[in-house]
């Protein structure tokens, strides 16, 4: 299975990380997306016409949407990552997959814009993206009320894959996780996954240090 | 004077990165130098053209890749760089990065090899392998030029061409106050060093632009796994940047605790303040 892949790039990590938490091995092809724009170049385009990454390639099925990679990894590999049975899983896995776009789309394009240089409106981008954030956040809390970690099961789902990648990294775009206490709990919970692996900007759980004492007051 | 106009003062003659060579388009780029804006181009012949708002013509060279140009009237040439006319050597565009803190602070962090195994952990460094032996430290005169030598680090995976752990030699060298150069054991030719630069753009004293360039003997590796490696040791970099407090790199005499791994930034802030480098420096006791 073959991965056109750019080691920074949400989207393409979001594939990386389904393809170590199901045990799949990826044969990566990395793409000079910055500074070479390579993924605009003539012979990626014959493969995806939208001029983005990640591709992946398996026989003769090739794929563009990461969504669509996600879901694929985890029929083939790992199904107990894919929806159950229950109407109401199913249909939360599907709802948090489309959400996830607009997750790309703001606090990505924030990101992009903060990091990379890339044009756009800074100040809506960041706006969407916290409104996509808060309500992820509600999402999540109501979850916990139904006694569940993640966002469409008390298991983990390709949806909090798709999900999890341009939360994790929107401060890169400018955007704090501060006010998401569901959201920074979530994170912990997946980032501490048998198989979880790292990219730039997102760090395994090594922060987990003994809480400092409490300073006696003398008075 | 304004504040702001005094801390420019003896940084403003000096040349800054503004532009890859080979992204140069006639309709130019706007970007901007030390709170200016100004426009990065070619000319009819392809040569790089930099010009301020008000339609001055500033100073240009092109250098190691990248369009060098100056708001003031530099005294001195571009530092010399003798690897970048060295044959067989490959030349890589690692690319620009946006950080939003002093540009200072991006070449002080640069400097600092104990940050490796915490903050490029498994590649660059790794627990337990924390301790930094002694090295050497010294502004050379003839030169004006802060420069460490002698240091000694073990790292997993030093370079694209590294294949398992070795204990890796570093020399740093810092030749103008936005830019360093550091030069590294390059495993497949023991007798040279592998060059890696960090070029920093001030855009203003608590954002800049950031083009890492190389010069690397390796002959095996691909380009772009070449720019990749080097994006995510930035990239890994840039996180810890921007949640440093202050934004701007505290100059005060009365703040430096001077330990061995932090020598190299010790001299570093030396010479800034002893040059009046102090754009996107914070000056806590004057
Ligand atoms: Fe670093």
């Known amino acids: 299975m073959k991965l056109y892949d750019y080691i920074l790039s949400p989207s393409c990590y979001k594939v990386r990380l389904m393809a170590s938490l199901t045990g799949v091995t990826l044969d990566l092809r990395p793409v000079d997306f910055h500074p070479g724009a390579e993924h605009r170049s003539a012979a990626m385009l014959a493969l995806n016409p939208a001029g983005c990454i990640p591709i992946l390639e398996d026989g003769d099925l090739l794929l563009t949407e990461s969504a669509a990679m996600l879901a694929y990894l985890a029929a083939k590999a790992a199904p107990a990552w894919l929806a159950g049975e229950k109407p109401e899983e199913a249909a939360r896995v599907q709802q948090w997959l489309a959400f996830s776009s607009r997750l790309t789309a703001s606090l990505g394009g924030a990101r992009l814009h903060e990091m990379l240089l890339r044009p756009g409106d800074i100040a809506v981008l960041q706006r969407q993206g916290i409104a996509a954030l808060r309500e992820l956040e509600a999402g999540l809390v109501e979850q916990g009320v139904r006694g569940m970690r993640f966002l469409a099961s008390e298991r983990p789902t390709i949806a909090d894959i798709a999900c999890f990648p341009y939360v994790a990294l929107a401060p890169d775009g400018g955007v704090a996780l501060d006010p998401y206490p569901a959201i920074r709990l979530w994170s912990r919970a997946l980032r501490s996954l048998d198989g979880f692996i790292e990219m730039p900007g997102i760090h395994r759980l090594h922060e987990l240090k003994p809480e400092p004492p409490i300073p006696t007051v003398e008075v | ?286």
């Open chain 2, 1 to 286: 004077m304004t504040d702001q106009a005094m801390t420019m003062q003896a940084m403003i003659d000096e040349w800054y990165p503004v532009g890859l060579l080979s992204q140069l388009q006639p309709g130019g780029r706007k970007t901007a130098l030390m709170g200016a804006p100004i426009e990065v181009a070619c000319d009819a012949e392809g040569h790089a053209r930099v010009t301020a708002a008000d339609g001055r013509v500033l100073p240009v060279r092109a250098r190691y890749g990248h369009v060098w140009s100056s708001l003031g009237a530099p005294q001195k040439e571009l530092f010399p760089i003798p690897e970048a006319d060295q044959p067989g050597r490959r030349f890589v565009d690692v690319g620009v990065v946006r950080v939003r803190c002093s540009p200072l602070r991006t070449v002080e962090n640069f400097l600092d090899i104990a940050h490796f195994p915490f903050v490029h952990t498994d590649i660059l460094g790794a627990e337990p392998h924390t301790e930094v032996q002694n090295y050497k430290v010294e502004i050379r005169e003839d030169v004006d030029e802060v420069w460490a030598t002698q240091v000694k680090f073990y790292q997993p995976q030093a370079s694209k061409s590294a294949s398992g752990g070795i204990t890796t030699e570093y020399m740093y060298r810092v030749p103008a106050p936005t830019c360093s150069v550091l030069y590294k054991t390059c495993p497949p030719r023991p007798d040279e060093w592998d060059v890696i630069t960090l070029f920093v753009q001030p855009l203003s004293e608590d954002l800049c632009d950031v083009w890492p360039w190389m010069a690397l003997f390796d002959d095996e590796t691909s380009m772009t796994d070449l720019i990749h490696f080097q994006q995510t040791i930035f990239l890994q970099d840039r996180s810890i940047l921007e949640n440093q407090i202050p934004r701007r790199l505290p100059l005060d005499p009365g703040m430096e605790i001077p330990t061995r791994a932090d020598l190299t930034s010790i001299a570093y802030r030396r010479w800034l303040k002893r040059h009046d480098y102090t754009y996107g420096a914070q000056l806590v006791a004057q």
